[in-house]
């Protein structure tokens, strides 16, 4: 179709304007070929008549529809022209706030002279991998592709950023490297991407100034290389700056500043630091006060001096050179102030006298007087003499301009010159990325030399730019096989020629600087001579000092004053060398010649176009245009050897106004800066691109059915273009895209929203006619009904009478009743009908179903039979082949070990004869010992008589201690009187020492020395008292308890020996007893085991518990009385007694972990006790129960008891020991009378004391009596036990016989199977059989061996495996390292691998075996960070032990004893509680470990799930037809939305969601834990998808919010399908949920703005602004938000308080918790599988 025919009725069009450069109008009427007007209607409803020549038609642009506008890319416009793209980027910047937009390879940044919060490190993360056209246009973006395609194609890359000044080029620049710095960390210790991005305060502060259009204008143009090693990390950087801006050191205009170093030190000038610069106010400088205003809105120089000087240590630049750079600068300052006057014709002077020039002089070290003679005279060398002439005031202060600059110049390139040392790092650079932060095209009213070479920069720029930008569009076409045509494009070569080819603007101007009496007219006369005759170079009219230039922007006219003073830059040679004489060497260093030509010879060498006269001057040897020349070529060189990358940056406004839209100065850097051009070549060919995909999503409304259902979407989209579009120039089919001209997607669009017109005007015409007439129907109905009444009563009051009425309503009553005969006469007949019918279906029914299943049945049973006789047929052929072949392999196979098994039956049958004689004669032994039970009973009865005598005789001692007992509680009490009359007496002397003190105050000092020497008198005196007391106890009783310790504390002392007394009274009864009664075990013990030999093997099968529990109590009795020596006379310390205490508990541990070598060794002594059981049991029982009591009193009571019965139980006789408490008790009566009047404080304590004893005493008494009660009932139930251990005798007999009479059936039965095989079966069968009957008979002489030798009582574990410590690397090797998840979890428990640990864990210690508990867990806490490191990308692996980690956990808690995890616990696990070992730190380096295998756990799920989240939650359609897609231009999407290969969808997540949950339950994973993960990746699903729609216009759409919603409510069904709706997962995606709403809302009142600011309660304030800003209408039937509705819902949004970050932390971590979960599982009934390969281990 032809653009001209696109110029019908409704369609807009742009028209030139004056103010606003172009306005919209909209076409009123068709236009067709040979009209001369287009009548148009303005928006403000004017008409206007546009003129159109019928000749040369030359039509007004047309606009783009709205649902074009706004796009990211500008190529996606239909209609690619000026208008369009100015229109574009003003509904981006002012009504959705959106600063960023491509422009193909451009990216155009416009300055919002606002911080915007899209800046942060999430949303650098954000971009980090993200394909450049997947996300919304951003400098990261730019900075991403440029990182990217260094990566990948191992290229060095370029960013170009330009623009006027104040566009924000520093700041974008600035932003790029930090990009770079953020996601290619060094990882280094010299933080070398710290130092890069350090360096911009720097070169801002010496190198940017105020400007009247930029408070930051960066005076000079820098490219930055970033180098990159070959992992790509930053290593270093380098800087080369182009151009500064000299000028500025002694010239600003007005309201402009100096560079912004000066104003950062003058603020500082009270520093004591800054005294020796003698700095003063900014304002009193001549330097720093030229522009009148010294201070900027919202800067704080003094702040940004302390960050300048912070940077420079940053940068390793040291004090020293601080401090040299600093009086450089404020030498500069001062040099400004030093004051030149005239002083006659043609001569100037200055004062010696001066300040300022003393300041400058003193601080650079150099000559005032040769300063100032060689600023106020110039010497003249001629041919025979030398010449010294003075000059006038302009030129010596032109002169001393000249100095400043020069200095200020060499500082500059000094100080960039030693960053680039800095930013060097050790390392060599495999790429690079070149950041140009450079001035853009300018033009003032007034332009000189600066902004020629600015200019110049700007036009090679833009050369290199279109051939780039030209070669990209060629190979887009050759890519997709679209035939190339040559595509004209604007050259600006000639301009560049103009200016620097030969004879060109800067050739005649270094040659006019060579002469010495040259001059800008000379030099500007020449230029009219050599140059008239170029259209590009024109000379203005009104003006003989300037020229003008038609550069590629436009045309730019140049005052010629100033041009070879700046070209030139000279300085007098005198005042250099004054300046080289300077005893400052930093200074000097500027001006060395020698360093200035090596310099030179590092520079590019252009060679020039003509053969250049060689200057007098040595200073004039190159010119500043010769060396800007040179260093842009080396410019242009590098990025030509780079991919480069465009940021045009566009200034909005000249007032510096936040989001406000000047389109006059926008155009006109847009015509400057090249997007224009961009614009101008995409559209002379095929603009508009579209991939198939996109094109079927947006016009499949179009087509037709039959095209619709053809499956090649690919040929649908040409079949279809065909017939849109006749015209096939109009686009072209490449691979992958359809390329059209300009207009053509317009036409497109108009007929799509044709045919949505249409459809909508054909649904609402249906509808309405639908409605009409339900609505006239209605009204009809009721107008019938109204005539029908109106007309019965007109009828009524006509012709009824009252005899009329009386005939009718007869007629009625017999109507009625006729009417209701009839009525029941039919309804009989039919309901007999209807009975007959039924009756007649339901039996043939009947018969019918009956019938059908007598067939089903025999079909059945003939199925049956034939299957059965399938199944036997293909059973008996497979059962041959299988015969066969086991017989031909069994064959192999027994031929090879026939000699082999015969020796081994050999040796079986010498076994097997050596085992049954064996058995007989144990049967024999069994009958001998039947025959003696008869004798034991007799011998029992014995021993009974026997027992009854001693009880007789202990009754008996029991009197007479209780006689000694009252006497000696006589005696205590006679010894409480006396201390009672002590302590009276200690009173009443303390009373009067009391009245001696209160009167004798005033002789305190002396009184103080006397008491300390009388108290160390009586100290001494006591110590010898002491020493006498602690010789007489030795000498009686060696090393007593109570009196080691020395007296210092004589109550204590009494208290404790009174004590004794006591409990030596209360337990005289019980010893002698206890003594006896050992010693006669002892006895017995020697006189028994004689006869245990002839004991029975039933009976000790039978007895073996009871034995132990006997041998246990008899041990314990033995090492009781081997820890106490035979000495009487030695009494033990404490410390040897509670060690004794314990070896006593760990004697009886040690029996029970040895029962197998006991049992060999005491096998005959066992036989023997079984006669004794009633007697041992009870003294047993009584010694155990003895200690037990004492552990329930409270502990001092208890170690008393433990002290007095193991000193007691040496003691040989109760009559020695009496009399030694008796002789005791004297001695300690007389210490107490010795030591009353200095113990007599503590006196009532040490009576309160023995009152509480006495009274625990008498409780302790009562307890053991009745104790002994206790002991005599359970001597009569072991009495019973002994019975029914003989009829479990008799009953192993008659089992016996039993298991006999089985072993022969089955005999019978093997020999019955051999007869019946076949002769080669018969033969195998028969070595078989025989084998395994060798085995059998083998295991059971084992197992009767090992009968005889145990119990046959059901063993009953205690929940503990047993493992020798050499075997623990094994046990940690096959139940961690080498163990498979996937293999593990088919057939045993989860988490069994954490309760066989554990119960390892248990025995350790239950053997209070601390080394091995110790290597145990440090051991099992190793292995499983062994397998987390192996294995960390494993989430299987990670899932599996992060369950048994923290099973193992519980297990620890569960079994650690304390009451808080002991509630839920039963009482068999009680009862397993660890006894000898705190495992709680053990328990908190295990609660870290599973910490780090969850977050290791999370990180993998994260990142198996993050690829399918955005194109599961926003590309992928779930809602099918809802959505249609727009172009994206020429940044194309490479989301999974155009990947065939690989489609994510929301059933994606699901199903992964799916896996992770499953293999989570799988592995026995508590809930508490599976909720918590389950919400951390909700919480990563709804954060990714939030922050793509902050960072994706595209996606902020009304369906993409129905879409999202429905993704939503898919995960909600996800979570109530598995039950966790109350894990808080779903809040997690309230942001993203609230984002989708508020995509679907309605947007457009007060009330609606109201409703939002109400609802979105999750999202901040800059979230919801961002979306409304962001809103894309899909269709033109959609709207988009105004400006004021935004303003309206921030003003409602004023009152909530909230954050104003942008993106959700996508790495935020929810806090871990791991509750206690105890497990129901028995340990004792867990069994280990011989899978896990832990033979070693032994159940206990």
């Not at 009904?785 to 009553?813: C, F, H, N, P, S």
């Not at 009196?1043 to 210092?1048: F, G, I, M, S, T």
């Amino acid at each position: 179709m032809a653009l001209s025919e696109l110029y019908t009725k409704y369609n807009r069009v742009w028209i030139p304007d004056e103010g606003q450069v172009w306005k919209s109008a909209e076409i009123t009427k068709d236009f067709h070929s040979g009209d001369h007007v287009l009548e148009l209607l303005l928006e403000d409803g004017t008409d206007l008549l546009h003129p159109v020549d019928p000749s040369k038609p030359k039509l007004p642009p047309l606009r783009n529809p709205d649902i074009l506008v706004g796009e990211n890319d500008l190529t996606a416009l239909s209609y690619l022209h000026e208008p369009a793209v100015l229109h574009n980027l003003k509904v981006r910047f002012v009504e959705s706030r959106i600063i960023y937009t491509y422009c193909g390879i451009i990216l155009v940044a416009v300055n919002p002279y606002k911080q915007l919060p899209v800046y942060g490190d999430a949303i650098i993360h954000a971009y980090s991998g993200q394909n450049m056209g997947d996300m919304d246009p951003h400098i990261f973006a730019v900075a991403e592709e440029a990182y990217k395609q260094m990566a990948r194609n191992h290229k060095n890359q370029s960013i170009i950023v330009s623009g006027e000044s104040g566009a924000g080029k520093t700041v974008s620049a600035r932003y790029a490297m930090r990009y770079f710095a953020v996601v290619s960390k060094s990882g280094s210790q010299t933080r070398v991407e710290d130092k890069v991005l350090a360096s911009n305060p720097i070169t801002e502060a010496i190198g940017n100034a105020k400007t009247t259009r930029n408070d930051n204008s960066s005076r000079f143009g820098k490219y930055t290389e970033i180098s990159f090693d070959r992992r790509y990390r930053i290593i270093g950087a380098n800087m080369r700056t182009y151009l500064l801006e000299k000028s500025r050191v002694v010239f600003q205009a007005e309201n402009e500043r100096n560079y912004h170093i000066f104003y950062q030190m003058c603020s500082c000038a009270d520093s004591a630091e800054f005294k020796h610069l003698r700095l003063l106010s900014a304002d009193e400088f001549r330097y720093t006060g030229m522009g009148g205003d010294i201070t900027i809105d919202g800067v704080y120089d003094k702040k940004d001096f302390e960050e300048t000087r912070q940077t420079f240590s940053l940068l390793g630049l040291k004090e020293d050179f601080q401090s040299d750079v600093f009086k450089v600068l404020a030498a500069i300052l001062h040099l400004g102030n030093v004051e030149i006057r005239s002083s006659g014709d043609d001569k100037s002077s200055a004062a010696l006298s001066d300040p300022h020039l003393a300041a400058f002089c003193d601080l650079l070290c150099v000559s005032a007087a040769e300063l100032v003679r060689w600023l106020c005279n110039r010497r003249i060398v001629l041919v025979a003499e030398t010449v010294v002439k003075p000059v006038p005031k302009e030129r010596a202060a032109a002169g001393r301009d000249a100095l400043a600059k020069q200095i200020y110049a060499h500082l500059f390139d000094c100080i960039i010159t030693r960053i680039n040392t800095a930013l060097q790092v050790p390392g060599k650079q495999h790429a690079f990325i070149g950041v140009l932060d450079i001035y853009g095209f300018e033009t003032f009213d007034i332009n000189s030399f600066e902004q020629f070479c600015i200019n110049y920069a700007n036009e090679k720029l833009q050369q290199q730019f279109n051939l780039h930008v030209f070669k990209l569009e060629q190979e887009e076409y050759m890519k997709e096989d679209i035939p190339w045509t040559l595509i004209d494009f604007y050259d600006n070569q000639p301009v560049i020629d103009l200016i620097e080819a030969k004879m060109g603007i800067l050739d005649l101007l270094d040659e006019e600087c060579l002469f010495p009496q040259g001059t800008d007219q000379s030099w500007l006369q020449k230029l009219f001579n050599y140059l008239e005759a170029n259209p590009l170079f024109e000379k203005p009219r009104l003006s003989n000092e300037a020229f003008v230039i038609q550069h590629f922007a436009d045309k730019v006219e140049y005052q010629c004053r100033g041009f070879l003073e700046k070209n030139r830059d000279a300085l007098y040679e005198e005042l250099v060398d004054t300046m080289r004489a300077s005893k400052f060497s930093f200074l000097a260093h500027f001006f060395q010649e020698e360093e200035q030509s090596r310099a030179a010879s590092k520079g590019v060498k252009v060679k020039s176009a003509r053969p250049s006269v060689k200057p007098a001057n040595k200073q004039l040897r190159t010119s500043v245009g010769d060396k800007f020349r040179g260093s842009l070529s080396l410019l242009m060189g590098t990025l030509n050897a780079t991919t480069p990358h465009y940021v045009r940056c566009i200034k909005p406004n000249d007032e510096k106004l936040p989001f406000e839209y000047d389109s006059g100065r926008v155009v006109q850097q847009l015509r400057a800066c090249g997007v224009l051009e961009t614009i101008r070549i995409s559209a002379q060919s095929y603009p508009s691109r579209w991939t198939y995909i996109e094109f079927y999503s947006r016009y499949s409304i179009l087509m037709s059915h039959v095209e619709a259902d053809f499956n090649d979407k690919k040929e649908t989209c040409k079949n279809v273009l065909q017939r849109l579009i006749q015209d096939p120039n109009q686009y072209k089919f490449g691979r992958t895209k359809i390329f059209f001209r300009a207009g053509q997607v317009a036409y497109l669009e108009k007929l799509r929203l044709d045919r949505l017109r249409g459809a909508c005007m054909t649904i609402q015409k249906h509808v309405r006619g639908w409605s009409r007439r339900r609505k006239y129907l209605r009204i009809r109905e009721a107008a019938i009904i109204l005539q029908q009444y109106i007309r019965g009563k007109r009828m009524i009051r006509k012709m009824v009478t009252a005899e009329t009425l009386k005939q009718g309503w007869a007629a009625v009553v017999i109507q009625r009743h006729w009417r209701g005969y009839c009525m029941r006469q039919i309804y009989h007949v039919v309901q007999m009908a209807s009975i007959t019918i039924q009756a007649f279906t339901r039996g043939w029914m009947a018969r019918k179903r009956y019938k059908k299943m007598i067939e089903e049945h025999k079909a059945l049973v003939l199925q049956k039979y034939a299957k059965a006789w399938l199944a036997r047929r293909r059973f008996q052929t497979m059962r041959r082949l299988v015969l066969n072949v086991q017989l031909s392999y069994r064959v192999q196979q027994l031929r090879k070990k026939t000699e082999e098994q015969n020796k081994e039956n050999r040796g079986l049958m010498e076994r097997l004869t050596s085992l049954a004689s064996s058995h007989s004669q144990t049967m024999e032994k069994l009958h001998s010992q039947e025959a003696q039970l008869e004798k034991l009973t007799n011998l029992k009865a014995s021993l009974e008589e026997r027992e009854k005598k001693a009880r007789e005789e202990a009754s008996m001692t029991i009197n007479q201690l209780q006689r000694q007992f009252e006497e000696l509680n006589t005696e205590k009490q006679n010894l409480e009187k006396k201390l009672e009359v002590s302590i009276k007496e200690t009173k009443e002397s303390f009373d009067q020492v009391k009245r001696n003190l209160l009167e004798e105050k005033e002789n305190e000092v002396r009184l103080r020395k006397i008491a300390e020497n009388n108290t160390e008198i009586q100290r001494h005196d006591h110590e010898k008292e002491l020493e006498i007391l602690k010789e007489e106890i030795k000498r009686l009783k060696e090393d007593r308890v109570s009196l080691q310790r020395k007296v210092e504390d004589g109550a204590q002392v009494n208290s404790d020996l009174q004590e004794q007394v006591i409990q030596l009274t209360k337990h005289v009864k019980v010893i002698p007893e206890l003594r006896r009664d050992l010693n006669n075990l002892q006895n017995q013990k020697n006189n028994l085991d004689r006869k245990m030999k002839e004991q029975s093997e039933q009976t000790r099968a039978k007895t073996k518990e009871i034995v132990r529990q006997l041998l246990g109590g008899f041990v314990e009795e033995e090492k009781l009385l081997g820890l106490v020596p035979e000495d009487s006379e030695k009494i033990y310390e404490l410390d040897d007694l509670q060690e004794a205490f314990e070896s006593l508990q760990k004697a009886t541990r040690l029996l029970e972990n040895h029962q197998k070598e006991q049992r060999e060794t005491y096998e005959s002594q066992m036989e023997g006790l079984t006669l004794r059981v009633d007697h041992l049991q009870n003294e047993n029982s009584k010694l155990q129960n003895l200690f037990q009591e004492k552990s329930n009193i409270n502990e001092d009571i208890r170690q008393e008891v433990s002290r007095l019965s193991s000193e007691n139980s040496v003691i040989p006789e109760l009559k020695l020991q009496v009399s030694e408490l008796h002789r005791q008790k004297q001695e300690l009566e007389t210490v107490v009378k010795e030591q009353s009047s200095e113990l007599a404080e503590k006196n009532m304590e040490i009576s309160n004391i023995l009152h509480k004893k006495i009274t625990e005493e008498s409780s302790q008494r009562r307890h053991f009596e009745e104790k002994a009660r206790e002991l005599e009932e359970i001597r009569e139930e072991l009495q019973v036990k002994i019975e029914e251990l003989e009829e479990e005798n008799e009953h192993l007999k008659r089992q016996q016989l039993m298991e006999g009479e089985v072993k022969r059936k089955l005999r019978e039965e093997t020999s019955q199977l051999t007869a019946e095989n076949m002769d080669l079966e018969e033969q195998l069968d028969q070595k078989e059989r025989w084998i395994k009957k060798l085995h059998s008979q083998i295991k059971c002489l084992e197992m009767s061996q090992k009968a005889k030798q145990t119990p046959a009582l059901p063993k009953e574990y205690l929940g503990m495996l047993e493992y020798k410590r050499e075997d623990e690397a094994r046990l940690i090797q096959n139940i961690i390292t080498d163990l498979k998840p996937k293999g593990v979890v088919v057939n045993v428990i989860p988490t069994l691998p954490a309760f066989i640990l554990f119960m390892c864990v248990r025995h350790a210690d239950y053997l209070n075996d601390d080394n091995k508990l110790k290597s145990l867990m440090n051991g099992i806490i190793q292995g499983v960070k062994k397998v987390v490191v192996a294995h960390h990308k494993d989430f299987e692996s990670l899932s599996f032990w992060l369950s048994n980690t923290y099973r193992l956990l519980n297990c620890l808690k569960q079994y650690s004893g304390e009451e808080q995890f002991l509630k839920q616990s039963t009482p068999r696990q009680k009862k397993n509680c660890l006894q000898n070992f705190d495992l709680s730190e053990h328990r908190q380096i295990l609660s870290d470990l599973a910490i780090q295998i969850y977050h290791q756990l999370i990180s993998i799920m994260q990142k198996k799930l993050t690829p399918a989240i955005v194109p599961g939650m926003l590309e992928h359609e779930s809602l099918q037809g809802i959505s249609s897609m727009k172009p994206t231009g020429f940044r194309k999407r490479s989301s999974s939305l155009y990947n065939d290969s690989e489609t994510y969808t929301i059933s994606s997540i699901l199903q992964e969601l799916s896996v992770f949950y499953s293999a989570m339950s799988h592995h026995g994973m508590e809930q508490s834990l599976t909720t918590q993960a389950v919400k951390q990746l909700f919480f990563l699903i709804g954060a990714t998808t939030f922050n793509q729609i902050m960072l994706r216009k595209d996606m902020c759409s009304c369906r993409k919010g129905m879409q999202i919603r429905c993704n939503i409510s898919y995960l909600e069904e996800w979570l109530k399908e598995n039950e966790l709706q109350s894990c808080g997962a779903i809040d997690t995606l309230r942001p993203l949920a609230q984002a989708a709403w508020l995509l679907q809302v309605n947007k457009s009142t007060d009330e609606d703005a109201k409703e939002i600011a109400e609802k979105c309660t999750e999202l901040n304030p800059v979230q919801i602004v961002k979306i409304l800003n962001s809103y894309t209408p899909i269709d033109d039937f959609e709207k988009r938000v105004t400006s004021s509705f935004v303003r309206q819902v921030q003003s409602f949004l004023q009152e909530y308080e909230g954050a104003t970050q942008l993106m959700l932390d996508t790495d935020y971590r929810f806090q871990v918790t791991f509750p206690f979960c105890p497990s129901s599982t028995a340990l004792e009934s867990l069994q280990v599988p011989s899978s896990l390969h832990l033979e070693f281990l032994t159940r206990i």
